[in-house]
């Protein structure tokens, strides 16, 4: 324990002295007690992790190719800290993993799933995310998609459409139809679905800011086809932190916000019960610099 205390640079903080067969040590002040007790911890999941490993030819060539005199040198010169602080090790066996959970798929907690055949039975939805232009337009290619053997549509709004603009306000000049398709009313969300089955094509919406509009155009768009909302199969993003975060897209401050992201989840539970009502994008997130356990 001393040999550790003076080579990892804590002895400066500390007092080491033996009493009663046993060497005791006196930290100083906190941080250094809290640095020890890592290095514990360390040093603990290190021999752990060796006793298990045998002294193999494996074992032999490890310390070789690091350059060290011991097995548990070398994995502490190969196990590397993540940015979040996890440490990974060069090598885990079957002891490391956890117990085995004896969940099955389709029933609760759903660990493994919702649907009780898993991904086989129930493949994931294939699916482009596209959309330009005007409805019409977005409709010729969500038809091709379907032809192409799409399983789901996308919809890719225009920045007007998600800031709650008119296509027809000055401000969105140069944007209408540029980075997706522009949505001003009811009849365009109907003309963008035209000629397809809303009862049994899935739809995914990447809208945040102007949410409730819409929504609402789309099931009353469905409703106009004949399709009832409990039909309706598909997701809306609704994650309007992500817009405060990084991408900025949203028109009403945080908390009204987040009580209409409440609100439609809350309306989607009741009246629409097979459509996802939000969907959390972590992607933007690491794309703006977040690590994982930030994100």
């Known amino acids: 324990m001393v040999q550790a205390v003076v080579r990892h640079g804590v002895a400066r903080s500390c007092r080491v002295r033996w009493h009663q067969h046993r060497w005791l040590v006196h930290f100083e002040d906190r941080t250094t007690l809290s640095s020890y007790r890592r290095l514990a911890s360390f040093r603990k999941e290190r021999r752990n992790l060796t006793s298990r490993v045998p002294r193999s030819n494996w074992a032999h060539l490890l310390e070789r190719e690091t350059g060290t005199n011991s097995l548990v040198d070398a994995i502490e010169k190969l196990s590397v800290d993540s940015a979040e602080g996890i440490r990974y090790y060069p090598l885990y066996h079957d002891d490391d993993v956890p117990a085995k959970d004896d969940a099955m798929p389709g029933v609760f907690p759903y ?4 649907h009780a055949s898993m991904y086989t039975g129930r493949p994931w939805t294939m699916r482009q995310y596209g959309g330009f232009g005007s409805a019409e337009s977005t409709n010729e290619l969500f038809h091709e998609a379907l032809r192409g053997g ?3 549509l996308s919809v890719a709004f225009d920045l007007p459409t998600h800031r709650g603009f008119d296509s027809d306000n000055e401000r969105c000049k140069g944007d209408v139809g540029m980075a997706g398709v522009a949505v001003d009313t009811v009849n365009d969300m109907a003309s963008m679905f035209r ?6 094509v899935s739809v995914s919406m990447t809208m945040n800011g102007a949410v409730v509009p819409v929504l ?26 992500k817009e405060f975060l990084v991408r900025n897209t949203f028109i009403y401050p945080p908390r009204p916000s987040l009580r209409i992201t409440g609100d439609i989840i809350r309306y989607c539970t009741s009246a629409m019960p097979r459509f996802n009502p939000i969907s959390v994008s972590g992607y933007h997130m690491q794309e703006a610099g977040a690590d994982a356990a930030t994100e």
């Open 195 to 200: 000629g397809i089955d809303l009862g049994s």
């Open 150 to 152: 799409a399983r789901g």
């Open 111 to 114: 660990k493994r799933g919702v």
């Open 216 to 241: 609402a155009f789309f099931v009353v768009a469905a409703d106009e086809m004949g399709i009832a909302s409990h039909q309706l199969t598909g997701t809306l993003q609704n994650d309007i932190l």
